[in-house]
């Protein structure tokens, strides 16, 4: 593929992206997708040719690889797992109040919509939990109980992501940092 086409895909894959992240899987039509990326009809077949669900999953696969290496990058300039988790949370909560409250997490709404029912967009959304679980169980390395608090963490941050978009606030991402810190602590 040459650099026009790779630009084109990545307009495409930027457009859902957006899109899924403020209005979800059902709010990502293939029109709203041409529409915001600017891209003809043709090169959305032509790079998804599995159509809508390839190019969903594929758009939360790259999401999820995204804020996979900002989990990385916190833990590395983080000197403890309560730091770390509490710049997780603040980074997430800068990123949805900077959207206007618009883009909480890039995969929940996605898997919430269609985890039940469409199992290649089920197994992106999980591919995607299982890698920040692993993240989260890197930072927490000789923790006793890792596998259990790194699935902890992630589930408290999606709550708290959900409960700050709702109430547009990011004080339920504060509020989860410091029971995790005093969990973890």
């Keep these: 593929m040459g650099l026009k086409g790779a630009e084109t895909r990545d307009r495409l894959l930027d457009?859902?992206?957006e899109?899924?992240?403020?209005g979800g899987y059902l709010g990502a039509g293939l029109n709203q997708v041409i529409a915001a990326s600017g891209a003809p009809r043709g090169s959305l077949y032509f790079h998804f040719p599995g159509g809508k669900d390839q190019l969903v999953g594929e758009s939360v696969r790259r999401a999820g690889r995204v804020i996979g290496g900002d989990l990385e990058t916190l833990?590395?300039?983080s000197t403890s797992v309560a730091e770390f988790v509490g710049a997780v949370l603040r980074h997430l909560g800068e990123r949805l109040e900077e959207s206007g409250w618009r883009k909480g997490c890039p995969v929940a709404?996605?898997?919430l919509e269609t985890a039940s029912t469409n199992d290649p967009l089920q197994q992106a959304c999980s591919?995607?939990?299982?890698?920040w679980e692993g993240a989260l169980r890197a930072r927490l390395a000789g923790h006793p109980d890792a596998d259990d608090l790194a699935v902890t963490i992630l589930a408290l941050a999606e709550g708290a992501l959900l409960l700050a978009r709702t109430h547009?606030?990011?004080e339920p991402l504060d509020r989860v940092a410091r029971q995790i810190g005093a969990l973890v602590g």
């Design 168 to 170: 547009r606030s990011k």
């Design 19 to 22: 899109l899924i992240e403020t």
């Design 75 to 77: 833990a590395d300039t």
């Design 127 to 131: 591919e995607v939990y299982t890698s």
């Design 15 to 17: 457009a859902t992206q």
């Design 109 to 111: 709404t996605v898997a």
